[in-house]
């Protein structure tokens, strides 16, 4: 390699790190110009491959400067104008093809716009509305959330899901600091070299509900206090790994800490050791087409109790509780579907199964099918505890049934001594959803993993086996062909 290949090699790989590490904007700006730089010096040929890639670095930063400077005085603001402008001729100058490329065609500020936010830069949505999908009565706790996304220029289809990134229960947070022994106060550098003060840390980074299996080794490896010593010890063997597995969900960082306190570790030490905080996933329950400007969620309060105390799912308790309504506080990107949307074609039949918040995707499907009046037939199973308290968006569901555009089957699995559930609704309509089925229909499963999508997939088999006639084998294999032809699509989590 030339000596001019290789500085340019050590100058994009430079941009790369100082690109994709949490620098100062005035930082993050000298590896823009590098970049340029290598841009321009790179032979074309080899430039190509890596020019995506690097426009979508120097597209993220363009965005960041821009916003950047839109949030500041409207002093700025013909500034900000100015560089939508200048970025719109830059972008596609130096990279070629891909983003910047697009964006120049279309030659428009709001086309730049568009990807401002993402899952590095997210949006911060403000609830507008929050109300319980369920009866005040249910033990189940579900909620509408409809979220405000103006300003983000966020475009989002049916089957595609939100990113939040929640904050940890302020009352969690304290209950942890008390736990390591510090005020809240100290300052914690995290993985990349940020300071933080810990209040904050665990607030907003730390994962306090989960203890991973380092952390527990490093609190034995401390514990010398002989009973809790055995006991850590004897959970840490091979043979008791389902125990260790119990021992740890039914804690949190803060009980765990507390059952332990013998052992002495410094709050900079503790946070190394924590998982960090992740976003939660929501499908999306609307059609933009049909809301506009907002998003809605359909969301199941996590509560239940371990180790003697009440626990909350973190981001649900956030979405549910803690988040106040109108005020811009929860971050948010759109996760797009991987294939888990509506059919191009609009006179195609779809069957929709979606118990509890599993439906929540198929109030995207009707709304966005609502509009395109296509000829497609839609059916939905949905299924949930009691009809009276849990028919989360009965009236819409009954509208579409009563105008036909919906047939819609309902398994409400506490209303009688046996429970009911969506498959065995599927398995007695089963001589005519295997009509559907061959007839072209796609058939989607969103909702509970563990237990549901198991039990309909092997409903769905017994269906195709009795009313196609076919053997087991063959009945997997037609089953394994629809997934093949995405016609059977699924969501679960
Ligand atoms: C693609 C996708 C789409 C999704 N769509 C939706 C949606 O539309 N609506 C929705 O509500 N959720 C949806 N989820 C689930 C959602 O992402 C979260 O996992 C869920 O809301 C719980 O998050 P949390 O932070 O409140 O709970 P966490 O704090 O993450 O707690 C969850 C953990 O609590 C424990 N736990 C739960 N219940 C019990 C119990 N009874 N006893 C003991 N331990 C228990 C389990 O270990 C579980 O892993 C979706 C997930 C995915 C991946
Ligand atoms: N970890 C847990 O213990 C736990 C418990 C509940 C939910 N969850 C999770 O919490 C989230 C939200 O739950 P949700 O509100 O959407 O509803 P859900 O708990 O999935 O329940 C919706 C409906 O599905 C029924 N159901 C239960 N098992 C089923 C099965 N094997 N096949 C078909 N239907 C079945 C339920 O009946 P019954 O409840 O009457 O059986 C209920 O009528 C999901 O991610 C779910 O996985 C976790």
């Not at 428009?108 to 949505?125: C, G, H, R, V």
């Not at 665990?202 to 034995?220: C, D, G, P, V, Y």
């Not at 400007?293 to 009440?310: F, I, K, M, Q, R």
Request: hydrophobic share 40%; aromatic share 10%; with cysteine.
């Amino acid at each position: 390699m030339s000596i001019l290949g290789s500085i340019l090699g050590f100058i994009y790989q430079l941009c790369q790190y100082l690109l994709s590490h949490e620098l100062s904007l005035s930082i993050k700006l000298l590896a823009l110009y590098l970049l340029v730089i290598y841009n321009l010096f790179f032979p074309r040929s080899q430039r190509a491959q890596r020019s995506l890639n690097i426009s979508k670095q120097v597209f993220c930063i363009g965005n960041r400067v821009l916003r950047y400077l839109l949030t500041d005085p409207p002093i700025l603001l013909s500034l900000s104008l100015f560089v939508c402008s200048l970025w719109c001729k830059i972008v596609p100058y130096f990279c070629g093809h891909g983003l910047g490329h697009e964006h120049a065609r279309h030659g428009k500020i709001y086309i730049i716009m568009q990807n401002l936010y993402s899952k590095e830069n997210p949006f911060l949505a403000s609830i507008k509305e929050r109300y319980r999908l369920s009866n005040p009565r249910s033990e189940k706790e579900t909620y509408h959330i409809s979220l405000d996304l103006k300003g983000s220029d966020y475009r989002y289809h049916p089957g595609d899901s939100i990113a939040i990134f929640s904050v940890n229960d302020p009352q969690l947070v304290e209950r942890t600091i008390v736990a390591m022994g510090a005020t809240g106060d100290e300052a914690i550098v995290d993985r990349k070299g940020l300071c933080f003060p810990l209040r904050e840390f665990l607030t907003t980074k730390a994962n306090l509900t989960e203890i991973s299996r380092n952390f527990f080794l490093h609190i034995l490896e401390k514990q010398h206090d002989p009973e809790l010593r055995e006991r850590l010890q004897s959970l840490s063997e091979d043979e008791n790994r389902n125990a260790l597995k119990d021992y740890l969900e039914a804690r949190e960082v803060w009980d765990f800490l507390s059952e332990n306190r013998q052992v002495i570790f410094t709050p900079q030490e503790i946070v190394s050791m924590l998982k960090p905080l992740l976003p939660r996933f929501y499908s999306i329950a609307s059609s933009q087409n049909a809301v506009g400007d907002e998003v809605h969620l359909t969301v199941a309060a996590l509560s239940y109790s371990s180790n003697g105390h009440p626990r909350m799912g973190v981001c649900t308790n956030f979405l549910c509780n803690l988040a106040p309504i109108n005020q811009p506080a929860v971050p948010l990107y759109v996760q797009p579907h991987h294939g888990f949307t509506i059919p191009d074609n609009v006179d195609q039949d779809i069957i929709m199964v979606g118990p509890g918040t599993g439906v929540a995707p198929f109030r995207a499907f009707m709304q966005e099918r609502e509009k395109q009046q296509g000829k497609g037939r839609n059916w939905l199973f949905f299924g949930e505890r009691r009809m009276e308290d849990d028919f989360l968006y009965r009236d819409y569901w009954q509208k579409l049934h009563a105008s036909q555009r919906l047939h819609i089957d309902t398994a409400f699995s506490r209303d009688q001594e046996t429970k009911i559930y969506v498959q065995h609704r599927m398995e007695e309509q089963g001589h005519k959803l295997f009509q559907w089925l061959k007839n072209g229909a796609s058939l989607y499963v969103c909702g509970d993993a563990k237990y549901m999508a198991k039990d309909v997939e092997a409903a769905l088999h017994r269906i195709v086996e009795t009313h196609g006639a076919l053997s087991q084998p063959a009945a997997k294999d037609y089953v394994k062909k629809l997934r093949a032809d995405k016609k059977y699509l699924r969501d679960v989590y």
